[in-house]
């Protein structure tokens, strides 16, 4: 089963800890940071399921941090955890692009309903259902099955996850890192063979305009 990966800022040491101890008891795969420029450069280096932010930090505070991060086109769910509670205060974290907001101090028990909740959704900040790949081919995300010509095309799952992962980030340079580590949970050995093999399968399905090969980098999945 699937660990999710959940990347948490937060300067406090101890509640830091706390949270970090009972979501991995959970089954959580928790990456923890005490600053904004150590949570920006994890937000580039790795693939998060969601976002769990605390806005009052040393150097880049959360709203800041998460609305470049949105600018970017990155979509991942985020929740806020702040002490701050005046309504100029929710509205700025809503504007930022959080997608649920919670204030402390808060049971543990309420962080983790709104994690489980929150991690459930697929593609966020998307407000169509289908997204078009060309005329004859649409993703649709809430199945998160590939149609062409009206039928379903059956892809082996982790060319499945990876298209799945190319539509969140579309237009986005994707490490082969990044991408690595979606396809490959934390037991299993990543190999860069199987890669280019599903590089490969997915061009042939989709066209391999659509996946651009990004010399040292990674890849870039387009729509343009």
């Not at 509640?15 to 990456?31: A, R």
């Not at 580039?44 to 800041?64: Q, R, S």
């Not at 808060?106 to 991690?119: A, M, W």
């Not at 986005?172 to 093999?197: G, K, Q």
Request: hydrophobic letters at 35%; proline letters at 1%; aromatic letters at 10%.
């Amino acid at each position: 089963m699937k660990s999710y990966k959940i990347l948490f800022l937060e300067d406090d040491t101890n509640l830091n800890e706390t949270v970090t101890e009972f979501l991995q008891e959970h089954g959580y795969d928790v990456q923890s940071v005490y600053d904004g420029n150590e949570a920006e450069a994890k937000m580039y280096e790795n693939a998060y399921d969601l976002f769990l932010l605390d806005v009052n930090v040393p150097e880049i505070n959360g709203f800041e941090l998460l609305k470049t991060s949105r600018k970017n086109g990155n979509k991942t769910p985020a929740i806020f955890l702040t002490s701050l509670n005046s309504i100029d205060d929710v509205s700025d974290g809503y504007e930022s692009g959080c997608d649920d907001y919670i204030r402390k101090p808060f049971e543990l028990k309420e962080l983790l309903l709104r994690v489980q909740t929150l991690i459930k959704r697929e593609f966020f900040h998307s407000k169509k259902e289908m997204i078009e790949i060309n005329e004859n081919m649409q993703y649709d995300t809430t199945t998160t099955s590939l149609h062409v010509e009206g039928k379903e095309i059956q892809l082996q799952n982790k060319e499945a996850t990876l298209l799945k992962l190319f539509l969140k980030r579309r237009e986005e340079v994707i490490s082969h890192e990044v991408i690595l580590d979606t396809l490959w949970a934390y037991d299993e050995i990543a190999s860069d063979d199987a890669l280019r093999t599903y590089i490969k399968r997915l061009r042939k399905i989709i066209g391999k305009e659509r996946i651009i090969s990004v010399k040292r980098l990674g890849y870039k999945f387009t729509l343009k």
